[in-house]
């Protein structure tokens, strides 16, 4: 089935109940850094269930201001001074293509890995706390229809839904 984007944008906020198929952890290879260094965070989508999910992969992180389907990372960083890390980029991406849904069997996991110092302003010394949401929003594919010429969403039936990730500290010295 076929959606025009608008319609997409209108009915696509309203998250199924799935998201008890999907788990979403992180993990980091240190807990302490020095200011400037790279601090790299994986960022890992698991199908939790005893069925295969289609899944959104491409797993783009974007500000939390950015729409739902041009991001299906965000970060909520809280800085030492306990305010949350502004995101350092204005990036523009668009909605997920074909190639950026795939079968995910149970069990099995994704996993993309990210510099958090590039996407986040963190210029504080002391202890921060990450956690990561994935949220998709999207039944499939953004593509071309070329009977109309429109942009569509293609409903491939991929999992919907939200899903918060453990909490990480970590210290920049």
Known sequence: MLLPTFAMALFGAS?????????ASISMPKDQFAMEEPIPIDIILK???????????????NDKEAPAPFREVTMRIKTPSGEEAMFRSDLKIGP??????????????????????????????????VTV???????????????????????????KGRNTSNTLTFTIE
């Open 15 to 23: 998250c199924g109940g799935g998201a008890n198929a999907l788990g």
């Open 133 to 159: 949401v994935y949220e998709n929003t999207l039944s499939g594919p953004s593509v071309l229809d070329e009977t109309s010429g429109e942009i569509v969403q293609e409903d491939i039936g991929a999992e």
């Open 47 to 61: 199908n939790v269930s005893s069925e295969p999910q289609t899944v959104n992969a491409r797993l783009a992180v």
């Open 96 to 129: 997920p293509g074909p190639d950026d849904f795939q079968g995910l069997e149970p069990g099995k996991s994704i996993e993309r890995t990210e510099d958090i110092a590039e996407l986040y302003f963190l210029d504080e010394k002391g202890e921060y706390e």
